[in-house]
C-alpha cells in the first residue's frame, strides 16, 4: 500500500506529525509513506526515517509578485503528474486547510478531518472521507488521531514517539563550545517574541558555570538580533549561516538545555529530547507546546493570555503577554533544569 500524507506547513506542525508517522510505521510497516510539504521543510521531513518519497510545493515562493504565477502554474503541473505517477492507494490531508486539500486532490482522493474537527471547515468539501478528531487536544494527538482513523489501526495508549535521532555536531569549524546552551530567540509573530533586554538580563546568569550560548538565525533580522545577544556574553557563539534539516538538528542535539520561545525550533529540541524552558504569551502551550519529557513551560501572567493575536495594540511595542514574563522566573527554571 501506497500512502501520501500532506502537511505543508510550517515548521512546527510538520515535526507534530512524526509521532503520527512513528505510529502508522509500527502498526503498518508495510504501508509506503510519502510525503508532500513546501519546498523550505523538506530537510526536516526527511529527519523521519519513515518517509520515503518527499514531493515539494513552491506556494510560498511563488505566490508574489504576480509576475511568478506562470511559473506557480506551471510547478503545479508537473506536481500533479509525478504524484499521479505514484498511483497513491490512499491521500490524506493532516492538515485542514484549503491551502493544502487543494494540491492534496491532485494526488487523487482525499481523506482528512470533517467539518467541526478542520481549522477551516470549507476546506473538508474536498475530502471524499472525514473523520471526527477531537479539536481541543494536542496538535500532535489530534494528527495521530487522524491519521489512525484513515488508515485504519488504533492509536497506541503509550505517548506517541518522534521516530527520529541524530548525533551531535560534527562540524568543527561552527566554534561551538564544549558545553551549551541553545538560545531560540526567534518567532514568527512578532507578539512571541521576548524583550531583548530581558534575555541580555538572563544570558550572563546562563554563562557564569562555563556553560556556552549558541544563538541560531533564519533571517537578516534574526541574525542582528542574535548578535546583539551574543555582544559582551563570554562563550556566545552565532551560528555562521542558516541551518536546515540534519546539520541544525545535530547542533540542537548537542545541546545540554534549550531556551525560547514557541516556534519550530522548540519542537525540534523536544522531538530530540533535549531539556526545555519555553516562554508562551499569545499561544496556548494545551494546544501547540513542547510535546516530550523534560520540558518546562512558563506561561504569561497578562490578564488576557493566550490572545492568539500576532499583532497587538494593548501596550505601546505590543509586547504585553511577552513583556510579563519576568527574567526571575525564567531564571529560575534553567537553574532547575
Known amino acids: 500500500m501506497r500512502l501520501l500524507v500532506v502537511k505543508l506547513s510550517s515548521f512546527g506542525d510538520v515535526i507534530h506529525t512524526f509521532p503520527a508517522i512513528t505510529d502508522l510505521k509500527r502498526a503498518r510497516p508495510d504501508i509506503e509513506v510519502d510525503w508532500l510539504v513546501e519546498e523550505s521543510l523538506a530537510p526536516f521531513v526527511a529527519l523521519h526515517p519513515g518517509v520515503g518519497a518527499i514531493h515539494t510545493l513552491a506556494f510560498r515562493r511563488l505566490r508574489k509578485p504576480p509576475s511568478r504565477w506562470p511559473r506557480l502554474a506551471a510547478d503545479t503541473w508537473r506536481l500533479r503528474s509525478t504524484l499521479r505517477s505514484r498511483n497513491y492507494d490512499l491521500v490524506v490531508d493532516l492538515q485542514g486547510l484549503m491551502k493544502s486539500a487543494l494540491p492534496a486532490r491532485l494526488a487523487g482522493p482525499v481523506s482528512g478531518y470533517d467539518a467541526a474537527s478542520a481549522r477551516e471547515p470549507a ?154 524552558v519555553w516562554l508562551y504569551g499569545p499561544t496556548d502551550p494545551g494546544l501547540t507546546g513542547p510535546y516530550g519529557e523534560v520540558q518546562t513551560v512558563i506561561r504569561s501572567t497578562w490578564p488576557k493570555a493566550p490572545c492568539r493575536r500576532r499583532i497587538c495594540t494593548d501596550t505601546p511595542g505590543g509586547d504585553c503577554c511577552m513583556r510579563a514574563i519576568g527574567v526571575e522566573r525564567v531564571a529560575e527554571a534553567v537553574r532547575r533544569s
Open 123 to 276: 476546506a473538508t468539501r474536498l475530502y471524499g472521507r472525514r473523520f471526527a478528531v477531537q479539536r481541543e487536544m494536542h496538535a500532535v494527538e489530534r494528527t495521530r488521531r487522524l491519521l489512525a482513523a484513515a488508515v485504519g489501526y488504533p492509536v497506541p495508549d503509550r505517548a506517541g514517539r518522534y521516530g527520529i535521532a541524530v548525533d551531535g555536531p560534527s562540524d568543527p569549524g561552527l566554534g561551538l563550545p564544549t558545553r551549551y546552551a541553545m538560545v531560540m530567540h526567534a518567532a514568527s509573530w512578532a507578539t512571541k517574541l521576548w524583550p531583548e533586554d530581558n534575555w541580555r538580563a538572563l544570558l550572563p546568569e546562563m554563562a557564569r558555570d562555563g556553560r556556552g550560548i549558541v544563538l541560531p538565525w533564519g533571517s537578516a533580522g534574526e541574525k542582528s538580533r542574535a548578535e546583539r545577544l551574543a555582544s559582551g556574553i563570554p562563550g556566545a557563539v552565532v551560528l555562521p549561516r542558516v541551518m536546515a534539516g540534519t546539520e541544525l538538528a545535530r547542533v540542537i542535539a548537542g545541546a545540554e538545555l534549550a531556551i525560547g520561545l514557541d516556534s519550530g525550533l522548540m519542537h525540534l529540541a523536544a522531538a530530540l529530547g533535549v531539556p526545555g
